[in-house]
């Protein structure tokens, strides 16, 4: 699609400027008009000035009329009509005088036909000026509506960034609480290279979770990354326990989606998925394009949800008890796309939990720097040292039900 070299200006973006094109282009055009009629009709060249006087005439009316609207069009419709009625009657009564006063000067005619002449401009000068009155508040009245909407808008905007920021912000204590215990715990064990790379790690993830803006939209590799660095932590808690598995098609990973939206799936999956089994469980993550939709889904191997008889409807809409979890992606995830995106969640017979999200597929404005996220993100920490202890400690804690 052809782009125009320029940005246009919206006519009224100035409104004192676009009053006095305004102005021009209607007196001006309201001239013309005037003296090709009487060049029609063979009046002389001189009568030129008399059409030119009318024109500047109304002209002036014109600009008092506005100051006095302007003071008019606020109140209530009783004082802005009536009001309106009785100034617009003296404004014509003024300029009918006033250019009947030009034509007996260029007539030179006596007092009875002053009177006439009076009376037949009248029409013109009420069929002008009332004119000129309904078209100044129609276009006010038209930029008032307008400037309600685009407040109202802001206003929605505003609330709506507010409440994508205070989901945005609601991080699950219980991650940040058992991180800083098994650092705890590493230091008194003395284990102090374990400690310090566990704290350099969460004070990485911690920076990026504060620094970026509530509702920003980062690229799906950005996003690996982070979750990459969360499973870093978690890793040093529970070492081969916890499996992590990446699938995501070179397309996908520069598919724009809200930043942190994949976080609390994983977080979740951790938290009821590997911490409940002794033997630990794999986290998965898929992303792929599928026409003009990107799916993402989000897999553990764990026990599943706790209660069968749960339902999955009651399971997307019911608060969860840490205040964030399946209910905060639900809501982003609504706020963001509307009834454009798909939220499934999902039991599979063999056990596990599925949460499957569609949404509208955006690629990043500029290309950036892809990661390959084709590897098990566990290979890539495979060097780091792994305090047994904290392992044993961690599998203890973690009780309770999906949220």
Known sequence: ?????????????????????????????????????????????????????????????????????????NRTPLVTWGSTALVLGAAVAISAFINAWTLSVYQGGSEASFTN???????????????????????NFFLQVEEQADRLERLETQATSAQLAMLRYQLNPHFLFNTLNSIST?????????????????????????VSQAGSMVTVAQEVETLKLYLDIERMRFEERLRTQFRVEPMAAKAC???????????????????????????????????????????????GLIDKSRQVDKLKTEPPSTGVGLANIAERLSQAY????????????GGGFVVTIEIPYQKAEADERVADTSTDAGAVQGKLPLPSPVDKMAGAQEIGSRA
């Open 186 to 210: 590493l230091v008194l064990l003395k284990q102090t290279n374990p400690a310090n790379a566990m704290l350099t790690r969460l004070s990485s993830f911690l920076r990026h979770t504060l």
């Open 338 to 349: 509307g009834d454009e995106h798909r939220f499934d969640i999902e039991t599979p017979p």
């Open 257 to 303: 989606i809200p930043s942190m939206l994949l976080q609390p799936l994983v977080e979740n999956a951790i938290k009821y998925g590997v911490s409940l089994q002794e033997e630990g469980a794999r986290i998965s993550l898929s992303a792929q394009v599928i026409a003009d939709r990107l799916r993402l889904v989000v897999a553990d191997t764990g026990p």
């Open 117 to 139: 002449l009076m009376l037949g401009v009248f029409y013109l000068d009420m069929t002008l000026l009332g004119a000129w009155s309904a078209l100044y508040y129609a276009i």
């Open 1 to 73: 699609m052809p782009v125009l070299p320029f940005q246009p200006t919206p006519f009224f973006k100035d409104k004192n400027r676009a009053f006095w094109r305004l102005q021009m282009l209607g007196w001006g055009g309201a001239f013309f008009l005037r003296a090709a009629t009487s060049i029609a009709n063979d009046r002389p060249f001189d009568f030129l000035v008399v059409v030119l006087i009318a024109a500047i005439t109304g002209l002036s009316i014109s600009l008092v009329l506005s100051v006095v609207y302007g003071r008019l069009i």
